[in-house]
């Protein structure tokens, strides 16, 4: 892993666990039955997956096109 593909995809993390928080605290759950967004832990988790994912597929573009350029 480059050193941008790892800060690419520790701010997807921040920034998703922000979101699934932000989401649990104006949406949540109503009913409390809901499985992610009923706890605030796991809504912040499941953000903070989602954006970690979400960014860490754009990170691997970065070594496509250091390689490319090479060729």
Do not use: E, H
């Amino acid at each position: 892993m480059t050193r941008k593909s790892i800060i690419l995809t520790a701010l997807g993390i921040a920034i998703g666990a922000l979101g699934g928080w932000l989401y649990y605290y104006y949406v949540g759950c109503q009913s409390g039955t809901c499985a992610i967004t009923s706890r605030p832990l796991n809504s912040t988790l499941y953000g903070a997956l989602m954006g970690g994912l979400l960014l860490n597929t754009f990170s691997g573009d970065f070594a496509n096109q250091r390689s490319d350029k090479d060729n």
